[in-house]
């Protein structure tokens, strides 16, 4: 089992949903149904986190690019490719192309999105759209002259042990090997509210980023049933105790209907 933040933090909402998503969602499955409708399911995102994968998709293909190349950036050409890339995606989701018959993730490239609204209700409204560009345009207005109500310094400062401690990829500094985690910055940057935290990270907070690491993966481990051998299925693992946490989930339908829970029981995922 490979241990990242996302996954931890989705074990601790909701063990189901962290099973159908990383051990039942398959995009090459062919025998077993269930996996295929998993793994499409896994790609429904609300439209605030549409909205959020628009600008993380214009900040590492457009702002990024140029500032490590020296080239000017331009609000409005930035604004405009982003517009392009809102409203084609938009398109794509509305129209619920992720159910179409051979579709491919991969294939659709910069075009693809699939709403949760779309497949489970309610419908997608114009003043929702709206509200998604006008964040979208803030958003990046912002970056370029950082929404959040929660403070991310524990992510922050697991990507900094990450980076300190990973083998360094060919396009990092040369020097990247003589720091420590607690010498890096550690700089949050709430694009809508235009807000910004800077953290500092102590010999203590390391130890306890590397705790929590190793509590988090081992419960997933053992909740894998014994070395993997186990074969748990779905319906082996607890659901959230929130509801909204239930509504907002994109595997609610093969959690919630009956007849996948019996076909699961005689499915192995392994």
């Known amino acids: 089992m490979i241990w990242s933040f996302s996954n931890s933090h989705l074990f601790k909402k909701c063990q189901r949903q962290w099973y159908?998503?990383?051990?039942?969602?398959?995009?090459?499955?062919?025998?077993?149904?269930l996996q295929r409708e998993a793994y499409l399911l896994s790609k429904?995102?609300?439209?605030?986190?549409?909205?959020?994968?628009?600008?993380?998709?214009?900040?590492?293909?457009?702002?990024?690019?140029?500032?490590?190349?020296?080239?000017?950036?331009?609000?409005?050409?930035?604004?405009?490719?982003?517009?392009?890339?809102?409203?084609?995606?938009l398109d794509f989701a509305l129209r619920h192309?992720?159910?179409?018959?051979?579709?491919s993730v991969a294939k659709c490239g910069d075009t693809f999105a699939a709403f949760h609204s779309v497949e489970y209700g309610p419908e997608v409204g114009d003043d929702e759209i709206a509200r998604a560009w006008a964040?979208?345009?803030?958003?990046?207005?912002?970056?370029?002259?950082?929404f959040g109500l929660h403070d991310y310094r524990l992510q922050l400062?697991?990507?900094a042990v990450a980076l300190a401690r990973c083998e360094p990829h060919k396009d990092f500094p040369p020097a990247l090997s003589l720091y420590a985690p607690a010498d890096i910055r550690l700089?949050?940057?709430?694009?809508?509210?235009?807000?910004?935290?800077?953290?500092?990270?102590?010999?203590?907070?390391?130890?306890?980023?590397?705790?929590?690491?190793?509590?988090?993966?081992?419960?997933m481990v053992l909740a894998d049933g014994e070395g993997g051998k186990g074969a748990p299925r779905p319906f082996d693992y607890p659901v959230t105790q929130y509801p909204d946490t239930c509504?907002?989930?994109?595997?609610?339908?093969?959690?919630?209907e009956s007849e996948v829970w019996q076909e699961s029981k005689q499915i192995s995922f392994r």
Request: hydrophobic share 40%.
């Open 187 to 219: 700089l949050e940057v709430q694009l809508l509210t235009d807000q910004r935290r800077e953290y500092t990270l102590s010999d203590s907070d390391i130890e306890g980023i590397d705790s929590y690491i190793a509590e988090t993966s081992t419960v």
């Open 44 to 89: 429904l995102q609300s439209i605030a986190a549409w909205r959020g994968s628009i600008v993380d998709h214009v900040i590492s293909r457009r702002v990024v690019p140029a500032l490590g190349n020296g080239w000017n950036i331009s609000l409005a050409k930035t604004l405009e490719y982003a517009r392009t890339v809102f409203d084609a995606q």
């Open 247 to 256: 509504q907002r989930c994109p595997f609610r339908k093969p959690c919630w």
């Open 135 to 146: 964040d979208v345009e803030l958003a990046l207005t912002n970056l370029l002259h950082s």
């Open 20 to 33: 159908f998503k990383t051990h039942v969602a398959n995009a090459n499955a062919k025998k077993i149904p």
């Open 157 to 159: 400062a697991t990507y």
């Open 97 to 103: 192309r992720v159910r179409e018959p051979g579709m």
